[in-house]
Antibody, heavy 119, light 109 residues
Framework: EVQLVESGGGLVQPGGSVRLSCEAS????????MHWVRQAPGKGLVWVSR????????SYADSVKGRFTISRDNAKNTLYLQMNSLRAEDTAVYYC????????????WGQGTLVTVSS | EIVLTQSPGTLSLSPGERATLSCRAS???????LAWYQQKPGQAPRLLIY???SRATGIPDRFSGSGSGTDFTLTISRLEPEDFAVYYC??????????FGQGTKLEIK
């Protein structure tokens, strides 16, 4: 069974940092592009970042560019999101997702981890 | 950036009825890059439709997608109790990358 399990969320002060992890199982992790998508409380879905299968290509939403860094360790089947200079507006559930069928889709998704940025 | 606008914001229907959800793009989207997701409270989104009209693995055939250009539709032919949820459309293009619509909440009437 394909599974993605996020961890690392919690309460962080404005200006602080946190690193999210997403452990993958049930598929050949090193063969897939991976993504982070976030959802602020009561709001819609927003794509955050992507990384290609070997980690050589990354992309970011403008809202996080220069503050967030996506990376992966294929030996550990784990995806990461390093989040620096956090702001209140970064408060959200962060989902990792695998590239899905067709083009430009996300499937499956992890259960998400909540990051709350507050003093 | 391509903006996706979903309508209606909320749709109130009864089990057994047909649901029609709309997704309109601010500029033309390749049909290959239009997807639909279902999200239930407290759960992660689930891919329903990709390539505008292809059902994802395990998705019942009461779900269907159609459309092209700037207008896309998700149809649920006969609503089951488990179908009441929020639905998002999503597109991909090389400039704005990935964007989602704001969602349509399908609620029980």
């Amino acid at each position: 069974e394909v599974q993605l399990v996020e961890s690392g969320g919690g309460l962080v002060q404005p200006g602080g940092s946190v690193r999210l992890s997403c452990e993958a199982s049930g598929f050949t992790f090193s063969s897939y592009w991976m993504h982070w998508v976030r959802q602020a409380p009561g709001k819609g879905l927003v794509w955050v970042s992507r990384i290609n299968s070997d980690g050589s290509i990354t992309s970011y939403a403008d809202s996080v560019k220069g503050r967030f860094t996506i990376s992966r360790d294929n030996a550990k089947n784990t995806l990461y999101l390093q989040m620096n200079s956090l702001r209140a507006e970064d408060t959200a559930v962060y989902y990792c997702a695998r590239k899905g069928p067709g083009s430009g889709t996300f499937d499956p998704w992890g259960q998400g981890t909540l990051v709350t940025v507050s003093s | 950036e391509i903006v996706l606008t979903q309508s209606p914001g909320t749709l109130s229907l009864s089990p057994g009825e047909r649901a029609t959800l709309s997704c309109r793009a601010s500029q033309s989207v390749s049909g290959s890059y239009l997807a639909w997701y279902q999200q239930k409270p407290g759960q992660a989104p689930r891919l329903l439709i990709y390539g505008a009209s292809s059902r994802a693995t395990g998705i019942p055939d009461r779900f269907s997608g159609s459309g092209s250009g700037t207008d896309f539709t998700l149809t649920i032919s006969r609503l089951e109790p488990e179908d009441f949820a929020v639905y998002y459309c999503q597109q991909f293009d090389s400039s704005s990358l990935y964007t989602f619509g704001q969602g349509t909440k399908l609620e029980i009437k």
